[in-house]
C-alpha cells in the first residue's frame, strides 16, 4: 500500500521568529521619530525672560523661579453689555401707540424755508432779476458737496471754508458741468449784480443831521462851585463810505470731476464753489438770507455754508404692491409699528442709539427710555419713488424719516444700516415691503425726500427755474409754455444740458444705424459698432 502523500504546507518547517539586533530595529526607529518630531509638538522655548508683572501671576520671594509657559490673562471687556429681555424697550412699551408722535417735528431740516426774519440789505430794484419769493429750502449734507470731486480741489476749497460758499445746480451734474462751461462767468457776473440800497448813515448824498447845541461845550460847575470848561472834541477822520456801486471780486469755481461717467447725467459733482472778499459780509449775508435763486432755466441754485455737518433724516424707502402702499393714517402707522418692533427688539441697536442720543442729545435715561426718545421721531410718508434701473418709472413707497442720534457721517451710516439690515418688512403678515428697491432723490434740488416729479421748488409762484419738464424727457413732461419770454431759447438750452445724447459716431462710439442691406461692423473703440450698410462685404 502506497502511503498519502504529506501536505507540503505542513510538512515545511516554520520559519525561525528574528531575535536580537533586528527586533529591536523598529523600537529604534519610533524612538528617532520621536525625538525628531519632538520641536513641533512643544513651543520652542525662549531665553527672554516673560514678565513678572502682570497681577495673575503669582510673585515669587526669591524673584528667580521661572514663569509658566502660558500666563493666564484678562478677558477682553464686552462691546455691549449683557441685556436682559425685560430690559429692551419692546417689553416696557406699547409700539402701536401712536399718541402725540412724531416728535422733534421743528427740528426737521427738511422742512425748513427761505427769507426767515428781516432781510440784512434793501436789495436795488435792478438787481431782482430771480424770483424773490418764500421758497423751500432743499437740505443738503456737507459731505455731499465733495462728492467726487477731485481729492486736491476738495482740500482747496476746505482750507478756505470760511469765505467759501457752495452753491447746489438745481438739476446740476456731470453733463451739467461738460455742457455748460460758460455756467462759471455767469454765476460769477449774477453775484457780482446784486447790489443794495445803502443805508441813511453811509448815503454820502443823505443830508447831514441837523447841528443843536452841544451841552459838553457849555461850562458847569463842579461841588466846590467852580467853573469847569469842557474842551471841544477833536474832529474824527471822515467815515469811509463804501461805493455802492463798486464791484465786487468774485471767484467761482468749477468743481473738478474726480471720475466721469458720461453715462450718469445727474451724478455727482453738482456743486460749485464762490469765494467772496472777508469784506462782502453785507453780500454773504443776503445769499445765505435768501438761499434759493431761480434766474431762468439753466442758472438756479441754492446757497449753502460750508460748516459743521447736519445728516439728512431719511432713513429707507420701502416699496411692495400697489395695494400695501396707501396713503392713509392706519396704513402708515401700520408700518412704523413693524419698524419699531423689529428695531426695539434689537439689542445691538438698542445699545448703540442709547448711547449716541446720551452723548449727542444730552438726555438722560434708562436705556429703554433712550431708544424710545429717538424712535419716537419716526415718521412715514407716502412719496412717489423711481427705478434705479432707468430713474422713470415711479411708483407709490413709504418713505421713513427720523432724527439721526448724531450728526456723525460714520455713526449716521451704522445707524441707517440697522433699519436697513432686514431687508424686508411684513404688514399683517400679508405684504412684504422691500427696502430700498426704489429711490427718492430730486434730480432738480438734491433733496431725498421727494423725486423731481413732485419737487415743491417748481410750485413757487413765479418760478424761473427748471422743472421736471427740462429735465426729463420731452414725452414725461409738461412743456413750457409757448407764450413765456424766451421759452423757446431756454427750453433749446435746457435740451442741450439735460436731454441730449451723445452722437453717433463720437469718441465714446456708439451703435451703428440700419440701412438697405445688411452691412459690417466697425472696428476700434474710436469707431463704435458699425451700421448696416448698402453692400454686403
Known amino acids: ?52 508683572t502682570l497681577p495673575t501671576h503669582p510673585v515669587h520671594e526669591d524673584g528667580l523661579t521661572p514663569p509658566p ?11 455691549t453689555p449683557i441685556m436682559r429681555d425685560s430690559q429692551l424697550p419692546l417689553a416696557m412699551y406699547d409700539h402701536e401707540d401712536f399718541t402725540g408722535l412724531p416728535t422733534c417735528v421743528v427740528n426737521n431740516p427738511h422742512r425748513c424755508l427761505t427769507a426767515q426774519g ?28 465733495f462728492g467726487n470731486v477731485d481729492p486736491a480741489q476738495k482740500a482747496g476749497i476746505q482750507a478756505k471754508a470760511a469765505t467759501v460758499l457752495a452753491l447746489v445746480i438745481h438739476g446740476g451734474g456731470q453733463r451739467f458741468i461738460a455742457k455748460s462751461p460758460e455756467k462759471t462767468a455767469e454765476i460769477r457776473t449774477f453775484i457780482q449784480s446784486l447790489k443794495f440800497v445803502p443805508p441813511p448813515e453811509l448815503d454820502p448824498q443823505a443830508p447831514a443831521p441837523p ?78 438770507w ?41 396704513a402708515r402707522h401700520a408700518v412704523l409699528a413693524q419698524v419699531k418692533q423689529t428695531m426695539w427688539a434689537d439689542k445691538y441697536f438698542c445699545y448703540f442709539v442709547a448711547r449716541l442720543a446720551a452723548k449727542s442729545w444730552g438726555i438722560t435715561g434708562s436705556m429703554a427710555e433712550l431708544v ?18 432707468n430713474g422713470r418709472a415711479t411708483a407709490p413707497a413709504f418713505l421713513i424719516t427720523g432724527r439721526p442720534p448724531s450728526d456723525d457721517k460714520d455713526a449716521y451710516a451704522r445707524w441707517v444700516s440697522y433699519y436697513t439690515a432686514p431687508g424686508v418688512y411684513w404688514v399683517d403678515c400679508i405684504y412684504q415691503l422691500k427696502v430700498n428697491a426704489l429711490v427718492v432723490e430730486c434730480k432738480l434740488c438734491k433733496d ?44 433749446q438750452q435746457a435740451r442741450n444740458i439735460w436731454q441730449e445724447a451723445p452722437r453717433r459716431g463720437s469718441p465714446r462710439g456708439g451703435r451703428g ?3 438697405g442691406m445688411r452691412g459690417g461692423h466697425g472696428n476700434g473703440r474710436m469707431g463704435g459698432r458699425g451700421g448696416r450698410g448698402g453692400q454686403r462685404r
Not at 509657559?69 to 462691546?79: E, F, S
Not at 432755466?297 to 431719511?314: G, H, K, N, R
Open 1 to 52: 500500500m502506497t502511503p498519502a502523500p504529506e501536505n507540503s504546507s505542513l510538512s515545511q518547517p516554520l520559519k525561525k521568529q528574528r531575535t536580537g539586533a533586528a527586533t529591536r530595529e523598529p523600537t529604534q526607529w519610533i524612538a528617532t521619530q520621536e525625538t525628531r518630531l519632538a520641536p513641533r509638538r512643544e513651543p520652542s522655548r525662549t531665553d527672554i525672560p516673560l514678565s513678572f
Open 69 to 79: 509657559l502660558r500666563q493666564p490673562v484678562p478677558l477682553p471687556p464686552r462691546d
Open 118 to 145: 428781516a432781510p440784512p440789505a434793501e436789495l436795488r430794484p435792478e438787481a431782482k432779476v430771480f424770483t424773490e419769493a418764500l421758497c423751500p429750502y432743499p437740505h443738503v449734507p456737507t459731505f455731499k458737496f
Open 211 to 288: 447841528q443843536g447845541d452841544d451841552a459838553s461845550m457849555h461850562d458847569d460847575e463842579t461841588e466846590d462851585g467852580e467853573l469847569r470848561t469842557h474842551d471841544a472834541p477833536e474832529p474824527h477822520a471822515a467815515a469811509v463810505v463804501p461805493d455802492p456801486d463798486a464791484t465786487i471780486p468774485v471767484k467761482v469755481y468749477a468743481p473738478v470731476i474726480n471720475k466721469p461717467n458720461e453715462k450718469n447725467r445727474f451724478g455727482q459733482p453738482w456743486t460749485y464753489f464762490v469765494d467772496l472778499p472777508p469784506t462782502a459780509t453785507l453780500l454773504r449775508e443776503y445769499l445765505l
Open 290 to 330: 435768501q438761499k434759493v435763486f431761480a434766474v431762468h432755466a439753466t442758472l438756479s441754485f441754492s446757497v449753502y455754508p460750508i460748516v459743521q455737518e447736519q445728516q439728512p433724516w431719511t432713513i429707507m424707502v420701502l416699496s411692495g404692491p400697489p395695494d400695501a402702499v396707501e396713503d392713509t393714517k392706519e
Open 372 to 389: 424710545k426718545a429717538t424712535t419716537d421721531t419716526l415718521d412715514a410718508t407716502v412719496v412717489m419713488a423711481e427705478d434705479p434701473a
Open 448 to 491: 431725498t425726500t421727494h423725486c423731481a416729479r413732485e419737487c415743491p421748488l417748481v410750485l413757487v409762484p413765479g418760478w424761473q427755474g427748471p422743472s421736471a419738464a427740462d429735465i426729463y424727457q420731452p414725452a414725461q413732461g409738461t412743456p413750457r409754455a409757448a407764450d413765456e419770454p424766451g421759452a423757446q431759447e431756454l427750453e
Open 513 to 515: 444705424g440700419r440701412g
